[in-house]
């Protein structure tokens, strides 16, 4: 009876740490998700950034021909000046003068504001430039090592699934089939440990005469509370095969 329960409690461990693994393999592209998509944030913060430092630019070029336009007109209202003899048409000829350098005077002012935006833009950006091509190196240099990672846990796992077909290939068929099942529904965990009189899967206190028909070891019992198949841990033969190593939480 010992030997098919240890059987049972090797098959359990292995199972154990074919699990962590999968968690550990699951974790990586998560990982590397998490990274790309900062990455990838900055990256559309930066190209925002740059779209509008180019649309302050072009606003620039439009304001400065806009004051060229201005002046030129201006220039031609002056000429035109000198030649009038009227005083309503110098008046009006005037007027029209002020309210082009006014209005030259308003768009200076815009593009005086331009240059701030456009000075400011332009810093943010280089910043960004450059934590994007730090973060970039960090990138690749992360997702590398994680891909590593999951090579390694890939072989790992190659190992222990080998390992599983031999120790299951050496449980009866009935036994496996009964572990196999209330693994599927006790969140992996078959089969556990009771230490101290309770159960070191639900925690409960295994009553007197159960317990000791457990340490007798002449049948399989299960749990009355989780109903997974229990051992007795303390058992120097039991401890000495699982390290006490089978505890999880419910």
Avoid at 50 to 55: A, C, I, N, P, V
């Amino acid at each position: 009876m010992k030997e098919k329960l240890i059987g049972l409690i090797l098959l359990q461990d292995c199972d154990n740490k074919i699990s962590r693994l999968e968690s550990l393999k699951r974790n990586c592209p998560v990982k590397i998700k998490s990274m790309e998509d900062e990455l990838n944030a900055l990256k559309s913060s930066f190209q925002a950034d740059t779209d509008r430092l180019e649309s302050l630019k072009k606003e620039r070029r439009i304001s400065e021909q806009t004051v060229q336009e201005l002046e030129s007109r201006k220039e031609k209202s002056q000429i035109k000046l000198s030649n009038i003899k009227s005083n309503k048409e110098y008046t009006a000829a005037l007027k029209e003068i002020e309210d082009l350098d006014r209005e030259k005077t308003k768009v200076e002012d815009g593009i005086i504001l331009l240059m701030e935006e456009i000075e400011n833009c332009e810093k943010k950006c280089r910043e960004n430039k450059n934590e994007i091509e730090i973060l970039q190196k960090n990138f690749d240099l992360d997702k590398k090592r994680i891909e590593g990672e999951l090579d390694a846990l890939n072989s790992e796992s190659s190992v222990l699934e080998k390992k599983r077909e031999e120790l299951a290939s050496g449980i009866e068929k009935g036994l496996l089939s009964k572990y196999n099942f209330l693994k599927s529904r006790k969140q992996g965990v078959a089969i556990a440990s009771v230490i101290g009189g309770v159960c070191q899967m639900c925690h409960l206190n295994i009553p007197p005469q159960l317990f000791y028909e457990l340490i007798r070891c002449n049948e399989f019992m299960n749990c009355p509370n989780c109903n997974r198949l229990m051992y007795w841990g303390e058992d120097e033969l039991f401890a000495k095969a699982t390290g006490n190593t089978d505890k999880q939480p419910e």
